[in-house]
């Protein structure tokens, strides 16, 4: 039992280059998100999909897409690198359609340097 | 979204119960109350979610008064590894947005 399997774990990238963060669960978790969390901060929400081929936006979007072609992975891309974008990246899933009290499930992270 | 106050940072000693109190007063009747734990290069981890009164797990206690304008997340004895960042989230995760917001969280310190 995996849980929420994110990488790579560490990833370098100059300005301007493009890259996909991947995120795979194996819960059947119809709720899956993307948080980044910049040095002494908290997270901020950036996409997120409530089921197979269903994405929003949340609070910082700008700078990346997702999709989620499968209940399991839900890629995000940085369409064109820039410095601000450098943060730890952080996937999460949950159940969809009310509290369970088992809340979300967070992957270990991403860490993004942009140079 | 309901937005959260925590204190920034606590001390405590091991063995002794700490309480970590959060304000919410926008919150809303269909808002529930989580908390999570997030270690250094992790990321986070639910600890307890209430909608009101108390609610007792392995771990923790969460006590929301009647008003539900706050709530208090309690460790009882606390040990070195309970140091960490503890978030108190408020949201609908009923909703159809289902979005949670996280604020700075409060940096526990737990000494020898």
């Known amino acids: 039992n995996a849980g929420v399997t994110q990488t790579p774990k560490f990833q370098v990238l100059k300005t301007g280059q493009s890259m996909t963060l991947q995120c795979a669960q194996d819960?059947?978790?119809?709720?899956m998100s993307w948080y980044r969390q910049d040095p002494g901060m908290g997270l901020r929400l950036i996409h997120y999909?409530?089921?197979?081929?269903?994405?929003d936006q949340g609070e910082v979007p700008n700078g990346y897409n997702v999709s989620r072609s499968t209940t399991e992975d839900f890629p995000l891309r940085l369409l064109s690198a820039a410095p601000s974008q450098t943060s730890v990246y952080f996937c999460?899933?949950?159940?969809?359609?009310?509290?369970?009290?088992?809340?979300?499930?967070f992957g270990s992270g991403t860490r993004l340097t942009v140079v | 979204l309901a937005k959260t106050t925590q204190p920034i940072s606590m001390d405590s000693y091991e063995g002794q119960e700490v309480n970590i109190t959060c304000s919410h007063n926008?919150?809303?009747?269909?808002?529930?109350i989580t908390w999570y734990q997030q270690f250094p290069s992790q990321g986070p981890r639910f600890i307890i979610q209430?909608?009101?009164t108390k609610v007792t797990n392995e771990v923790a206690s969460l006590f929301i008064p009647a008003d539900r304008k706050s709530s208090t997340l309690s460790l009882p004895r606390v040990s070195l590894s309970d140091t960490a960042v503890y978030y108190c989230?408020?949201?609908?995760?009923?909703?159809?947005?289902?979005?949670?917001?996280f604020g700075s969280g409060t940096q526990l310190t737990v000494l020898p």
């Open positions: 926008n919150i809303a009747t269909n808002d529930y």
């Open positions: 209430g909608y009101k």
């Open positions: 989230l408020v949201g609908d995760e009923s909703g159809s947005a289902r979005q949670l917001t």
């Open positions: 819960m059947n978790h119809e709720y």
């Open positions: 999909s409530v089921g197979a081929g269903i994405t």
């Open positions: 999460a899933s949950s159940y969809w359609g009310g509290n369970d009290n088992y809340g979300y499930t």
